[in-house]
């Protein structure tokens, strides 16, 4: 019984941190460079992941060691859009709550608005499929 229980925290643990390091990752990224993809993209290649890019001012990558997959203008409609995913984490709802608590934000149903540099932008977390933090603006 002690092992199982050590096992469960030592996850509970891990998944804290890997959701931790991906909110950091989405600062250190898409909010410290909100609005320009090719900052996101040399920062994106900077903190090793491997960016594809896909048109004038879209970009995909990959760190695999992170399990994190990085977005920028990709498949979207709105003026900008910026994506940091990771796998499934064990509590969406927890994972969430960090995520606008690190931004200061208040959600509803997910998402919420906020400035950044005078812009405002809409941020969400979406959990089907993974974890996704992202932020656009229209």
């Known amino acids: 019984m002690k092992r199982v229980l050590a096992t469960s925290i ?7 941190g890997v959701q931790a390091d991906s909110i950091k990752t989405f600062r250190q ?5 909100a609005g320009n ?8 290649k900077k903190a090793g992941f491997d960016m594809t890019k896909i048109g004038e ?11 994190e997959s990085l977005q920028i203008n990709v498949f979207t409609n709105h003026a900008f859009e910026c994506a ?7 509590n969406p709802d927890q994972v969430g709550a960090a995520f ?6 208040k959600p509803k149903r997910g998402q919420a608005k906020g400035s950044v540099g005078g ?3 809409t ?10 933090f992202v932020m656009y603006r229209n």
């Open 29 to 33: 990224l898409c909010l410290a460079n």
């Open 123 to 132: 941020f969400k977390h979406d959990s089907e499929g993974g974890e996704a």
């Open 84 to 90: 940091v995913t990771t796998s499934d984490m064990a």
């Open 100 to 105: 606008f608590k690190s931004l200061g934000l």
């Open 57 to 67: 001012s879209s970009a995909m990558g990959l760190r695999k060691k992170t399990d």
């Open 10 to 16: 030592a996850l509970a643990c891990l998944s804290t």
């Open 37 to 44: 993809p090719s900052a996101i993209m040399a920062a994106g």
């Open 119 to 121: 812009q405002s932008y």
